[in-house]
């Protein structure tokens, strides 16, 4: 296993933030697979952050990540979308504060789904709701209205991967049969991905897995990790 090489002095210590990684792409496209991975190979220096949907059932997060999944729907949709997004993104503002407050700040913190899913999965479904609104400007909407509660990461990895490869990886993993209504709620967040990247793409790094392995989708995602990181450093330095 490759390490993740990055700069020798403590990025965190300079830069008084974390090196703050997202990573984020559809269902079963292998944001968990490679996040895992990822932490690993970079080792203590890395925190990684798992999804809001795996957090421990005592705690905050899990008790309100439980109630919104109670009605057994593939994503969090209880009917109430706007209060869902409102507390979802309340969750999201919870965890960098929470981990603002820790003593031993990290200096990587890789991210398994960040505010973007949030803002693609939540415009998607209030999309079906208010068909009135163009869920690409409601996705936009969410994040700037995050601006002030949560910084933008220094680097989003998207990967990207056949929606009908990944969507029957995902039915599998939870072993159930997905609805016409749910593959339209998951293409319609690729799409919304694929806008955000394009819009933003200083911030977005996107990554094809289509036939890849993983081995070797996580030594790109690296690459990207080291670059991202020495790119910090450089703009320190200035
Ligand atoms: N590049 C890849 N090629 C083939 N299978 C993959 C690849 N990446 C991940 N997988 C597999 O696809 C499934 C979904 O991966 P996972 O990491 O859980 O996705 P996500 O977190 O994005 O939902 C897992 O069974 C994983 O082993
Ligand atoms: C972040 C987020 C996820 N979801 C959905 C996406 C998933 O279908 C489900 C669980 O997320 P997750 O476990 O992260 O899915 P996966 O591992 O397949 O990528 O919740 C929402 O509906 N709204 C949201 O704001």
């Known amino acids: 296993m490759n390490a993740v090489r990055l700069p020798t002095q403590r990025l965190a210590a300079r830069a008084r933030r974390p090196l703050w990684i997202s990573c984020e792409g559809i269902n079963g496209v292998g944001k968990t697979t490679v996040t895992?991975?990822?932490?690993a190979r970079i080792g203590e220096r890395c925190l990684l952050l798992d999804e809001l949907t795996d957090q421990g059932k005592e705690t905050l997060p899990g008790?309100?990540?439980?109630?919104?999944?109670?009605?057994?729907?593939v994503f969090l949709r209880t009917?109430?979308?706007?209060?869902?997004?409102l507390a979802l993104l309340a969750l999201k503002v919870r965890e960098t504060e929470r981990?603002?407050?820790?003593?031993?700040?990290p200096e990587v913190v890789l991210e398994d789904r960040g505010l973007d899913s949030v803002a693609v999965y939540q415009a998607a479904i209030l999309g079906a709701h208010q068909p009135e609104n163009d869920p690409r400007d409601v996705a936009r909407h969410v994040l700037a209205t995050m601006t002030p509660w949560r910084h933008s990461p220094d680097a989003t990895v998207l990967l990207s991967g056949d929606h009908r490869q990944c969507t029957q990886r995902f039915a599998q993993r939870i072993g159930r049969t997905l609805t016409a209504r749910d593959v339209q709620i998951i293409e319609c967040v690729d799409a919304l991905y694929a806008d955000l990247a394009a819009a933003e793409p200083g911030r977005y790094r996107v990554i094809d897995t289509t036939g890849r392995p993983v081995e070797e989708v996580v030594a790109e995602a690296a690459l990207v990790i080291e670059d991202v990181a020495r790119q910090k450093e450089t703009d320190h330095a200035a």
């Open 36 to 39: 895992r991975a990822l932490a």
């Open 79 to 85: 009917g109430h979308p706007a209060v869902e997004t």
């Open 99 to 105: 981990l603002a407050g820790r003593a031993d700040v």
């Open 63 to 73: 008790r309100v990540i439980a109630a919104l999944a109670a009605q057994g729907d």
